[in-house]
């Protein structure tokens, strides 16, 4: 089965001034990216909207987060059913930064991604282990309990709107790539995860990507091997080389 390679930028709270983010668009607009890559820009909320009308034909929109209710009292929140309705067809989930800074949970990570799958939105799920994690050789059972507080509130065909960022907490951010083998390593586990706790189609189906200090350099690597079916892609999302990144396969 051959899964569509995924190449995600995640501008978090970036860029700050309307004329960078023109200059962004500017850049991305005018490149010639692989047609066979599924591209797509996750902008500030502020910038959803401004995005969507200005960037190009098949480069897709995200959200970075929406709450886990569709409408209410919650002040400052995002709902699904209002990304869905503006024309947003993606939404990243369960980012390190959401999990660590605003106290994320698994459990409403999950909440989130059903409410976002039943609003039709598709969902980037991030998951991923700490340094620490890493080193005291939990890794594998920090992914899959972040993954199973979602299996439990999905159906197998829910499967087909989501794609899985493994992005290492120690390698966002810091410039500290994962090894060709570690990431190759990981993502082999949770495919092999998926197998077990959803069905063997979802596991060969499902896009499973990688995040944390991609960039031009590091990228044609990671993109050949078998369990990295794409990148999300942080502070490189910000700069011109996010188009080599896109062309990784080429
Ligand atoms: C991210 O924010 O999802 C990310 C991977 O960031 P960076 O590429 O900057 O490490």
Redesign the pocket.
Known sequence: MSRQFFVGG?F?MNPCSQAEKIALVKILNEADLDPSTEVILAPPSLYLIPLLETVKKGIKVSAQNCFNKNSGAYTGEISPTQLANAGIPFVILG?S?RRTLFHETSELVAEKTRAALDASLSVIL?VGETLQERESGQTTAVVESQLKAVVDLLKENDWSKVVI?Y?PVW????GKVATPAQAQETQAEIRSYLSKAVSPSVAANTRIIY????NAKNCRELATLPDVDGF?????SLKPEFVDIVNSRR
């Open positions: 995640n978090k980012h930064e991030c960022a992005e390698a966002i951010g810091t995040g944390g200090s991609v999300l892609v942080g502070g490189a």
